[in-house]
């Protein structure tokens, strides 16, 4: 079965980490980009970052460029995004994407608040 599922998410306080993981089944994620996106309430969703397949070149939304860092482990086939010095405006459901299959994991909440 081709899926992604994620985990990691949780409440946090601001200034807090998070490391959230994807983990991928059924086809080998290492020969794909890799997206996070991330949906707040009443928002659209928006990408938060990506990471190519060899090159392993990243890029980021700016709001986040600096904080979050994406990464891939090709041997456990799965994805990650290190989240630091969390804001409130990152309250969101992310989600862990392979755009080019149009593969979307269920999703896992970060909320952060004091």
């Known amino acids: 079965q081709v899926q992604l599922v994620e985990s990691g998410g949780d409440l946090v306080q601001p200034g807090g980490s998070l490391r959230l993981s994807c983990a991928a089944s059924?086809?080998?994620?290492?020969?794909?980009?890799m997206s996070w996106y991330r949906q707040a309430p009443g928002k659209e969703r928006e990408l938060v970052a990506s990471i190519t397949a060899r090159t392993r070149s990243t890029n980021y939304l700016d709001s986040v460029q600096g904080r979050f860092t994406i990464s891939r482990d090709n041997a456990k086939n799965s994805v990650y995004l290190q989240m630091n010095s969390l804001k409130l405006e990152d309250t969101a459901v992310y989600y862990c994407?392979?755009?080019?299959?149009?593969?979307w994991g269920q999703g896992t909440q970060v909320t952060v608040s004091s």
């Open positions: 059924g086809f080998d994620s290492f020969n794909y980009r």
């Open positions: 994407s392979s755009p080019a299959l149009l593969l």
